[in-house]
């Protein structure tokens, strides 16, 4: 599972050097956003002269289904101490929570289950910043011709096919990508914003309909 | 704005998304509509960004056999649905495109 997370690492160095963004920073926001997907797309905007307002818009909706991991994990985390709680949101990761909500579910009467959520979320973040290094390296070596941005997409499909169960959910995925698809030339991808509320409003109409 | 000062913010804004339920919020109860909202947003925000990729060519779409990536990422698709995991699904898919790519 660690090794999972490396070649992401590694292709989000390279892209955002290719991106024009400083080593020191891309590096940085590893260690500060530390959210795959929102870094491929911070670096792109950063790449592009996106002004910050847009960036930090962006950023927000895309790691917003994080809020849900942590909806999901809050009744396990309830009596732990603050600092303990804050330490384990920032490495709650997409990858960190798949890890982890499953070993809490597998595992309901064994106390200390936080020490493996500690490990678990350590381990992929000394992974992506030691992978991160290493694209920083590569750098521009690598050939674009690889295609590696795409990689991105295919995480989301992987990630949305899932979770898509009811008619209201297809609403709020169709709308969402026609509308981004549709808006795409808005300038820097407020596109994306735009379809995340229309897919977002699409979904809670099917849902009222339905119900 | 400083690129430091909006990465430090964006990264603020996602430590706060990750803490939110399991303790800003933890007392707060959220109403349905919000909740069922919250609910929405992988499905919405995740094909927002894919569907661009497939189906845009420099901003254009690109409904035509020679878009490689629209191929690839509907064998991603069809492979997602029924393992419903993302190593063979991100492999798979690159090995499609790269191998399109590979023979023109």
Request: aromatic share 12%; net charge positive; charged share 10%.
């Amino acid at each position: 599972m660690l090794i999972g997370a490396a070649p992401f690492g590694i292709i989000y160095g390279v892209l955002a050097i290719g991106a024009g963004v400083p080593i020191v920073l891309a590096q940085a926001i590893s260690l500060i956003i530390f959210a795959g997907s929102a870094q491929f797309i911070a670096a792109q905007l950063i790449g592009a002269g996106a002004s910050g307002l847009v960036i930090v818009l962006t950023t927000f909706i895309v790691n917003l289904r994080h809020a849900l991991y942590s909806a999901s994990l809050a009744p396990y985390l309830k009596e732990l101490p603050r600092g303990w709680k804050w330490l384990l949101s920032y490495l709650l990761t997409d990858e960190a929570y798949a890890a982890v909500i499953a070993h809490y579910r597998n595992n309901a009467g064994v106390p200390n289950k936080h020490w493996y959520f500690l490990g678990a979320g350590l381990g992929l973040w000394g992974c992506w910043q030691a992978s991160t290094a290493v694209g920083i390296f590569l750098g521009t070596e690598v050939p674009p011709q690889w295609s590696l941005d795409f990689t991105l997409a295919l995480t989301f499909i992987a990630l949305v096919v899932p979770v898509l169960k009811t008619r209201a959910d297809l609403a709020a995925a169709l709308v969402g990508g026609v509308v981004a698809v549709a808006a795409f030339g808005l300038p820097y991808r407020l596109g994306l914003i735009l379809a995340a509320f229309c897919g977002i409003s699409a979904g809670l109409m099917v849902w009222r309909l339905q119900k | 704005m400083s690129l430091w000062l909006v990465v430090a913010i964006a990264g603020s804004l996602t430590l706060l998304i990750r803490l939110s339920f399991i303790s800003l919020l933890a007392d707060w109860d959220m109403p349905p509509l919000a909740r069922r909202a919250l609910h929405f947003v992988p499905p919405a925000v995740l094909t927002a960004i894919v569907f661009p990729e497939l189906l845009l060519r420099n901003g254009e779409l690109a409904f035509s056999a020679d878009n490689y990536r629209l191929i690839a990422g509907v064998v991603a698709i069809m492979l997602a649905w029924k393992v419903r995991r993302i190593m063979p699904t991100i492999a798979v898919g690159m090995a499609v495109l790269w191998l399109l790519q590979s023979f023109p």
